[in-house]
């Protein structure tokens, strides 16, 4: 018998037929990957998901009956799954699943379009943490809504398919760097800068903003916007790459919006596929990156709304449904990276090909912000991955007085509910185009398919 603990390389003891099941799973994560760019784009891709299966829409005050597979959209930007299932919710609660949808990226400002020097540029504002400069000199791809005078609602994806013109951010050549070069990463780029290039051909005749009134132009003609329309839009710049395998054995993906799409798909897959006579409540939220705020992201009440109507259609103590719930909040970790080894604690960094990856708490330096899971909650669920055979794996998000970060477990926790993080480990988080292993994202799979059954 064995007393230490050792992780294991997913890759060095699958077979041919998980081998083959690990490759056949990316395929799917990829096209849903480059299905949606945007929160809204993944919740429209997974009605689509769900309606295929049976699901039905469903609406607060509803009667909600065993067997009923339901979803909740709200507003179009978060998701609500709901499979009502036969086990007493007195005595085993609620099932749920947990992973947000949205993704760092540049959003629009209310006032963006501009000319200067005979270039029109559309003004942004950065969402979530990025690096400024990963967003220069790359092709992007502008998605999302415009409310017009009157209300009618304009879907805009733009920069995807071939013929698409893309939209380009700037930087500064080299050979007039010198000045720039002086400072910090952090002091070098302004967030003000980060305009993307949208115009350069100006209305014969016109005198002022010749070449913005062009791009106005353009607007009008193909989706009927004028200027004063983009104050009710929600449009995002996200990177106009598709995912793709990386390496010469394709252990990878490479893509934008792993985090956190990377478990909102395992997260699906396992609600849908799964036999279970358990309820399991199923949330794509939106917002975690900016602070899990307003009415689409984990602070809103909405959880405890659709967990009351659960209780009453079952006749049980909401109260008591909420204790007896528990919940894996699957969010991503950063995945320990050999060219940067000093930014971890070796010992407890998450590692590619060794599994989704638990994080027992999260916050910064001293577990600030942090749910910090029960030892009772992680015994229970070793138990399961171990009766399921799912390898797994433990992470912290970098060295303690250096890393730190947030998730969305510590709302579904303050409602009285066993929560802990468990995600895939991701290279070049928070990047346009991050890194993962195929084999992490399988083992995602299994593990939520295992907890919800």
Not at 36 to 54: F, H, Q, Y
Not at 333 to 356: I, K
Not at 383 to 401: M, P
């Amino acid at each position: 018998m064995d007393l230490t603990y050792k992780r294991t390389n997913i890759y060095s003891v699958a077979d041919a037929e998980m081998t083959n099941a690990i490759m056949a799973y990316s395929e799917g994560y990829k096209r849903f990957l480059n299905a949606g760019k945007t929160e809204r784009e993944t919740v429209k891709e997974t009605i689509a998901m769900l309606e295929k299966e049976g699901y039905k829409p469903y609406e607060l005050g509803d009667k909600i009956r065993k067997g009923d597979k339901l979803y909740l959209s709200n507003r179009g930007k978060a998701l609500f799954i709901i499979r009502a299932g036969s086990a007493n919710l007195a005595e085993n609660g609620v099932r749920i699943l947990v992973a947000h949808v949205d993704s760092p990226r540049l959003d629009l400002k209310q006032v963006p379009l501009y000319e200067k020097s005979d270039i029109a540029y559309l003004k942004t504002h950065y969402y979530g943490g990025i690096k400024k400069y990963h967003w220069l000199t790359i092709p992007l791809a502008l998605h999302g809504v415009v409310v017009l005078k009157g209300g009618k609602k304009v879907n805009i994806a733009i920069g995807e398919n071939d013929s698409d013109p893309v939209f380009y951010i700037t930087d500064l050549l080299p050979h007039l760097s010198q000045e720039l070069n002086k400072g910090t990463i952090g002091d070098g780029f302004s967030a003000e800068n980060l305009n993307l290039v949208v115009g350069g051909v100006p209305v014969r005749g016109e005198e002022k903003n010749a070449v913005k009134k062009g791009v106005l132009n353009i607007l009008h003609d193909s989706y009927g916007i004028c200027e004063e329309d983009l104050l009710s839009a929600e449009l995002e710049a996200v990177p106009a790459y598709k995912a793709h395998d990386v390496g010469f054995d394709r252990a990878y993906v490479a893509g934008y919006g792993h985090d956190d799409r990377v478990c909102a798909y395992p997260e699906i897959t396992a609600t849908l596929e799964t036999e279970t006579e358990q309820t399991v409540l199923t949330i794509l939220a939106d917002k975690e990156e900016i602070g899990s705020e307003g009415n689409t992201g984990m602070q809103c009440i909405l959880i405890r709304d659709i967990l009351d109507a659960i209780a009453a259609s079952y006749g049980v103590n909401p109260a008591v449904l909420r204790q007896k719930s528990k919940c894996l909040s699957a969010d991503v970790t950063a995945g320990y990276d050999p060219a940067y080894a000093s930014a971890f604690e070796e010992m407890n960094a998450g590692y590619v090909h060794h599994g989704v990856a638990m994080n027992k708490f999260t916050g910064a330096r001293g577990k600030s912000g942090s749910n910090d899971a029960s030892a009772e909650y992680v015994g229970y669920l070793r138990d399961v991955f171990a009766n399921a055979g799912v390898i797994w794996q433990t992470s912290e998000l970098g060295r303690v007085d250096l890393g730190g970060g947030g998730t969305v477990a510590k709302y579904i926790a303050n409602n009285n509910i066993d929560t802990v993080d468990m995600g895939v480990p991701v290279l070049s988080m928070h990047s346009p185009y991050e890194l993962i292993s195929k084999a992490d994202i399988y083992s995602a799979h299994l593990a939520f398919s295992a907890f919800v059954k």
